[in-house]
């Protein structure tokens, strides 16, 4: 059954046409993908089919009753509420029936004249509350929002980064279900562990329709069931992911070719006619001169621009890079205790982890922007860096696209060739209007762009990168992926896109956490593979350490005094205890009983979980170093 149908679409911004004929379906529970070039329309596309602007021309409809909600790049809130007010207020008719439930549920307690009214009230406002989700909506809040890297419930919109409010926004339309969920670059700001989370959570629990406008190629791959491209005005559909997208087009753009081939030898051969016919025309001849002019009328099929990078590459050592020892602190926090790290010519090293583990302070460390707590960094005799930073915070918005690229620059020197200003900024896909537009106007794919090429017109034997596929098109994405593996650039890049790290990663820096940093060889499914492998012997491992009645009931070794005896054979009991709370705990936390009442004791019961896990963290301490005494008197 469809939920949104445009027809026809027309929408142009002055005299520059965004959308021309643009008509798309969008049926119950479809998964479906949005790609096409930067600028090509596709935000604009996704605000009109969200209601949240209005076309020039033809016609969206919607399903009487459906829900649609839209995931903006640049989210807005209501006032300055917290991450969990933010989250929930997507559950609007939630709220408002738990309000209801709980007003009737203390009139009840008060007593009163009318209590048979008042609990048929009450079980009908229960019924409601079920029919909306159920009790353990509040829990669902919390635990959304814990996927998404939001811990801190408590945290207010106005404290929280661009990154964090996108994550709180997402978080608000996954929870209230709508019947199309319209997301616009979700996996922006998201760790690639995260986005994982949500592929699964799209393909296996969300129950609405998904319209996903993304770069994200892993993303589109598992999750579409169709792609759309938007390109020159118009839409076209295909059945699919993104690898079969790309097939089908490959398809299409042939058969394109050939028909205009067609045409075009038409033309010539009627051309050739008509200029050895003599001036009067018969009935058959006019008609043959009109099928002629209509075949020249047809627009002739443009070639996309794409961009084309390169960089000026410089000679440079064997070494361009080496940590020893290297410590990093913030805020209390130690992000990287003892890496070492060397980076020859030729390695492109990709840096992965959770939001906040400390990419980005590594990168600015090794800018010389942050000072290490220990340990040394390294530049090779003859190491050059160019850098591009996460927020493109280089570009001035008021000067234009060409005054940012060139400045007063006459010519632009890659590889010992020569180049026209305007030539170099073409090979990003910059015409010439473009050029002289104001970076203030332009998207941000558009600024990505604008960025990399200031980046790359300098001289370096280095590419440090933070996160540089954010708002990029596939097109670009591939054009970047391609100069750097073309001409084996050196790179340490900073991304959550694992499509572009495994075609261009020769190695994965991983930030585990508590200053943990391990470098892993070959690119991300190779590490994803590693990883895996690493964290089921450590599990392994430990198991086989943890504790055994048997092994405490062994004579223990004269080193121990007699109380430590009995409290080391006492262990692995209080162990079993502790581990059974845990257990109880977290059968009480996802029983929707629990919430029957607004999720009162659900604080509580939460504190005491956390308590009783740190008792087993503490009692499994005590009993290895216990152990450890023993074992070290034999």
Same mark, same amino acid.
């Given at each position: ?21 643009a008509?798309?379906?969008?049926? $119950? ?23 949240l ?14 829900t ?13 509420p ?61 635990s ?15 404290s929280m ?5 996108? =994550? ?97 030898n ?9 200029? =050895? !016919?003599?001036k ?13 002019e ?123 060739q ?24 332009? $998207? ?14 300098? $001289? ?42 495994d ?12 200053? @943990?940093?391990?470098?892993y ?6 590490? =994803? ?13 430990? !198991?086989?350490? =943890? ?11 004269k ?21 059974? @709370? ?8 996802a029983?929707?009983a ?41």
């Amino acid at each position: 059954m469809p939920i949104v149908t445009a027809k026809k679409v027309h929408k142009a911004y002055g005299a520059h046409v965004v959308l021309g004929e643009a008509s798309l379906t969008v049926h $119950s529970l479809e998964r479906v993908g949005v790609v096409g070039r930067n600028g090509a329309g596709k935000s604009t596309f996704a605000r009109i089919l969200a209601g949240l602007e209005a076309p020039d021309q033809g016609e969206i409809s919607r399903r009487r009753g459906a829900t649609v909600l839209y995931l903006d790049q640049v989210p807005s809130f209501d006032g300055d509420p917290s991450a969990e007010e933010a989250a929930a207020s997507g559950l609007s008719a939630w709220s408002e029936a738990v309000g209801r439930y709980e007003e009737v549920s203390r009139a009840l307690e008060a007593g009163g004249d009318d209590l048979d009214s008042l609990l048929e009230k009450q079980t009908e406002l229960a019924d409601e509350v079920e029919r909306l989700g159920g009790w353990e909506q509040k829990h669902r809040v919390a635990s959304m929002l814990g996927h998404l890297g939001m811990n801190d419930l408590e945290k207010r919109i106005s404290s929280m980064s661009g990154g964090e409010r996108r =994550r709180v926004a997402l978080a608000r339309i996954l929870i209230a279900r709508p019947d199309l969920a319209i997301l616009d670059e979700p996996t922006n700001h998201l760790d690639a562990e995260t986005i994982e989370w949500l592929e699964g959570f799209l393909l296996d629990e969300y129950p609405g329709a998904v319209l996903l406008v993304t770069h994200d190629r892993y993303l589109l791959d598992r999750v579409a069931s169709r792609t759309v491209e938007i390109s020159d005005g118009g839409v076209y559909s295909y059945d699919g992911g993104y690898e079969l997208y790309l097939e089908k087009k490959a398809e299409r753009m042939a058969h394109v070719e050939r028909t205009d081939r067609n045409r075009q030898n038409f033309l010539r051969k009627e051309l050739e006619w008509l200029r =050895r !016919q003599p001036k009067a025309r018969t009935t058959k001849q006019k008609a043959r001169i009109d099928r002629a002019e209509t075949a020249r009328a047809v627009k002739t099929p443009q070639a996309e621009r794409a961009a084309k990078f390169a960089v000026d590459v410089t000679r440079s050592g064997k070494t361009i890079l080496e940590l020893r020892e290297l410590q990093l602190e913030r805020g209390g926090d130690v992000l990287c205790d003892g890496l070492d790290l060397f980076v020859t010519q030729g390695e492109r090293i990709g840096v992965v982890g959770r939001n906040g583990t400390g990419k980005t302070t590594l990168l600015s460390t090794l800018l010389g922007d942050f000072e290490p707590s220990s340990g040394t960094v390294t530049l090779g005799k003859n190491t050059k860096i160019a850098y591009l930073d996460q927020l493109r915070g280089d570009l001035d918005d008021e000067l234009t696209v060409f005054e940012n690229v060139v400045g007063d620059q006459s010519r632009i020197e890659i590889g010992g060739q020569v180049i026209e200003t305007r030539s170099y900024l073409e090979r990003f896909a910059f015409d010439g209007h473009q050029q002289r537009q104001p970076v203030s106007s332009l $998207s941000g794919g558009e600024r990505a762009r604008v960025a990399l090429a200031r980046m790359l017109r300098q $001289s370096a034997n280095l590419v440090i990168m933070d996160e540089p596929t954010n708002d990029l098109d596939v097109a670009t994405l591939g054009a970047l992926e391609s100069m750097l593996v073309d001409f084996r650039i050196t790179a340490i890049v900073v991304t959550h896109d694992r499509w572009f790290l495994d075609r261009v990663a020769t190695a994965i820096l991983a930030f585990e956490g508590d200053g @943990k940093v391990v470098r892993y060889p070959g690119n991300y499914d190779t590490f =994803r593979r590693l990883r895996a492998q690493a964290l089921l012997e450590r599990k392994e491992q430990a !198991q086989a350490e =943890r504790p055994t009645k048997k092994a405490t009931r062994e004579k223990p070794k004269k080193s121990l005094t007699r109380a430590e005896e009995r409290e080391l054979e006492s262990l692995p009991d209080a162990i079993d205890v502790a581990e059974a @709370k845990v257990a109880a705990l977290t059968e009480e936390l996802a029983d929707p009983a629990t919430y029957a009442d607004g999720g009162k004791e659900a604080p509580r019961l939460t504190s005491e979980l956390a308590e009783a896990k740190a008792e087993i963290e503490k009692l499994t301490v005590r009993w290895e170093l216990l152990e450890t005494k023993r074992s070290g008197a034999s």
